[in-house]
């Protein structure tokens, strides 16, 4: 005792699809999928070229306390035409006791190596000495 008014089945509600059309037989599948032909050409018409060097360096991604205080060493070094000249007077006479220091120290060094090389010659000539000695008994 079904009644029309109830629940259809599901095939009924579905319409009705066309039959399918004859066509061309299906194509092969494809295989090339890339290629580099003509890609060194065109890159090469123009050249390659290096990539520009940045005039500053990016700060991006460094410690911020760091740049910070760069920033604040920058302007501390910030100075006129006269102190710029006192300075570089001054780091000359610096550099100069640095060289004349290097060079006593340098002279002293050599100094040291020749007499260890002349206690050497003496410990030499007295181990040669008593061999000798000692084959003379």
Do not use: W
């Amino acid at each position: 005792a079904q009644g029309t008014t109830g629940p259809q089945s599901p095939a009924a509600s579905k319409p009705t699809e066309p039959p399918p059309r004859p066509s061309a037989p299906p194509a092969m599948a494809k295989s090339k999928n890339h290629t580099g032909h003509n890609q060194v050409y065109k890159n090469h018409r123009n050249g390659i070229k290096r990539t520009r060097r940045p005039k500053k360096m990016s700060m991006q991604g460094m410690n911020c306390k760091f740049v910070r205080n760069q920033a604040y060493a920058k302007r501390g070094m910030r100075c006129t035409a006269e102190e710029k000249q006192q300075r570089l007077a001054a780091q000359k006479e610096a550099q100069k006791k640095m060289e004349e220091k290097k060079a006593t120290e340098r002279a002293n060094r050599l100094k040291e190596l020749e007499e260890m090389k002349d206690a050497e010659k003496l410990k030499a000539a007295n181990k040669q000495a008593k061999k000798e000695a000692q084959q003379k008994k």
